[in-house]
């Protein structure tokens, strides 16, 4: 479930930077976007950026409300918090598909904006998932799968001298940044003959999460 996750993350990050220069996953870059194009005065890029974190915020929010409130409930509340992720991302591509290839600045926000809420909602379903691999911190990733590994090797090569534990499962964060890579490639490419309707690969990742029918919190 984690790696069509980290699909459908990926995916919508390379399609919208790609077609509107911003992230609305990745928000650790996107504080970055966010504050070189205020200090450059690109403050249509910059509004672009804060629009971005503002919904990524927002639909964190909104993730959780929706798992909160479905915590005694006898159904998935990570499936239906998917399933308005998924809801989102649909009306993204139908919206942007109506807007045209060039959409006005405004409608370039408000799309910007429906993504960030999407992805928020879906980390905090990952959140609520499962302790181990994020679908959009990859900084943080990264740096799991690094240190795992080289502890798992320096415990096994002196067992009494490792400073700490080994991470359980060190190759399973290796293993969702290749998936979170492969699918930012595969989404750019589908970007650059489809547009938008790119967007078809997350949503189908995501559908493919609810289908397997993913624990309550």
């Given at each position: ?136 911190y990859i900084t943080g990733l ?10 798992s090797f320096l415990s096994r090569?002196?067992p009494d001298n490792s400073s ?54």
């Amino acid at each position: 479930m984690i790696l069509l996750l980290a699909l459908a993350g990926a995916g919508v990050d390379a399609v919208m930077i790609m077609g509107f220069n911003v992230l609305t996953a990745a928000q650790t870059g996107n504080t970055i976007l966010l504050a070189v194009a205020l200090a450059r005065g690109q403050f249509a890029l910059g509004a672009s950026a804060a629009i971005s974190v503002i919904g990524y915020v927002a639909g964190a929010a909104l993730g959780e409300y929706f798992l909160v409130r479905k915590s005694g409930s006898k159904t998935s509340g990570i499936a239906e918090t998917l399933l308005v992720e998924a809801a989102l991302l649909g009306i993204l591509m139908v919206s942007w598909r109506m807007a045209g290839t060039a959409p006005s600045q405004t409608m370039g926000l408000v799309l910007v904006a429906i993504a960030a809420i999407a992805m928020g909602i879906q980390s905090a379903a990952v959140r609520c998932l499962h302790n181990g691999p994020t679908t959009t911190y990859i900084t943080g990733l990264l740096t799991s799968f690094t240190t795992g590994m080289v502890a798992s090797f320096l415990s096994r090569r002196n067992p009494d001298n490792s400073s700490r534990p080994a991470e359980d499962s060190p190759w399973q964060y290796g293993t969702v940044w290749v998936t979170y890579l492969a699918g930012a490639i595969v989404c750019g490419l589908l970007y650059l003959f489809a547009g938008g309707m790119a967007l078809l690969l997350p949503v189908a990742s995501i559908a493919a999460v609810i289908a397997l029918g993913p624990r309550r919190c």
